[in-house]
């Protein structure tokens, strides 16, 4: 933070300022931890408190309305409309059309690096502003009834581990299960037990006892990554070049992180050219945009390195996928696409877990939803029986039989 501000700080009184403004615009953040430390989210959520203490004439904000809950989004549009009033100018990137039109005086349509028009977004819709984006209609995802009765493919059972990270969150006593032929959405703010959970589900991670994760009815909590995916599961990370892929590495190279087992090895040597055929048939399949199967990782956008690793992950054929922020950065007609092919796999029999801080996605694409918050998992619902409101307040913790819900009663009386 100190880095970014004119002139010379006393750290101490700096992060106060920065647990104050934190607070006051409902972006928590600990001045104390390290950044290397933090999630995707958690970072964004720096990179906004920074702008928000430089006192800005010109505020630039990309999508970042990403790490909030809905209350915390109005409480944001609030204070960037002081601002505006105030003189300052604000320009605010975003592939979030509802919040265009809720936020923004006019808007400029960027495709293809090129300038496609421009809007008074009041006098719009999502859909024709959408059009002007994408070049065509968006894409609509049919969502047909779960298989409510599908095997359980993947189930978490007393789940309480210590984060490796002095800043991290534990988790406490985590029950989950996803079954055949259904996709579980996991809401929540960014830090709040997201990257601890995902590390103990892909393995990256060992938990002591190894009845606390099943796979396909497996115990496989000391199993590391490779065993698990051996029973078929597949796992997109938030972190598209570090975890996802090798910057440096082509796509051909990239399919054999994880898809190596699909016939491209033989007597311990790489079949290059079967990996090759995978890269090229990902390509075309999930429309990658790219210098072909020997561009390097980090020469494609990230939307399209996106689309490429959930097509890399999609193919292998999982019976369990594991995701996170599935469309983080995304344009709407890739995320659409991406969306749309999750649903595909899920009605061939996939089970699917979805973590991300998309509500409008996860209402979209998800049959169950439930919150993580401090560690902890709320109640899951079926999505016909919830709405985004509610779930905004239960991802500040405040769901039925919870601590703070029970703080908050006793305050009361």
């Known amino acids: 933070m100190a880095l970014a501000l004119p002139g010379k700080f006393d750290l101490e009184a700096l992060a106060k ?13 600990d001045p104390r931890r390290l950044v290397h430390a933090l999630s995707v989210g958690e970072r964004q ?38 601002l505006a009033a105030e003189g300052r100018s604000i320009l605010y990137i975003s592939h979030k059309l509802d919040e265009i039109q809720e936020l923004c005086h006019t808007a400029t349509v960027l495709r293809g690096g090129k300038v496609i028009g421009a809007c008074k977004p009041a006098e719009e819709t999502p859909q024709t502003m959408a059009r ?23 189930k978490i059972e007393g789940l309480s581990l210590p984060s490796d990270d002095p800043f991290g969150t534990d988790l406490k006593d985590v029950h989950l299960e996803v079954r055949s032929g259904e996709i579980v959405g996991i809401a929540g703010v960014s830090g709040n037990g997201q990257q601890e959970l995902l590390r103990a589900i892909s393995g990256e991670e060992t938990v002591d006892n190894k ?49 190596h087992r699909l016939g491209m090895l033989w007597k311990g040597l790489i079949r290059f050219g079967t990996a090759r055929k995978f890269a090229e048939e990902c390509i075309a399949r999930f429309d990658v945009r790219c210098g072909g199967a020997e561009a390097e990782a980090k020469s494609l956008s990230g939307g399209n390195l996106q689309k490429f690793i959930v097509g890399r992950e999609i193919m292998q054929d999982p019976k369990v996928l594991v995701l996170a922020q599935p469309t983080w950065g995304v344009d709407v007609g890739a995320a659409a696409f991406i969306r749309r092919s999750l649903i595909e796999l899920r ?18 694409i998800a049959d169950r939803i439930v919150v993580i918050a401090k560690g902890r998992l709320s109640p899951i619902k079926a999505i016909s029986q919830t709405g985004v409101e509610e779930i905004g307040i239960w991802m500040s913790g405040m769901w039925p039989g919870s601590e703070e819900a029970r703080e908050d009663v006793n305050n009361v009386a």
């Open 132 to 154: 002007m984006m994408i070049g065509e209609d968006l894409p609509v995802c049919s969502h047909g009834e779960a298989n409510t009765n599908g095997e359980i493919r993947l």
């Open 45 to 82: 959520r720096v990179e906004i408190v920074r702008c928000l203490l430089s006192d800005p004439k010109l505020l630039i904000l990309d999508e970042p309305t990403s790490v909030l809950t809905p209350q915390a989004v109005r409480k944001l549009f609030e204070t960037l409309r002081k």
């Open 347 to 364: 009605n061939k029999g996939t089970a699917i877990l979805v973590i991300s801080e998309e509500l409008e996605e996860l209402f979209e």
């Open 211 to 259: 009845h606390h994760v099943q796979i396909c009815g497996v115990h496989v909590g000391r199993m590391h990554s490779g065993r698990r995916r051996g029973l078929g599961m597949a796992f997109v990370p938030e972190d598209r070049l570090g975890r996802g892929a090798v910057p440096r590495l082509t796509l051909t190279e990239n399919v054999l992180l994880t898809a």
């Open 17 to 29: 300022r920065i647990e104050e403004v934190s607070e006051r615009y409902g972006l928590p953040v």
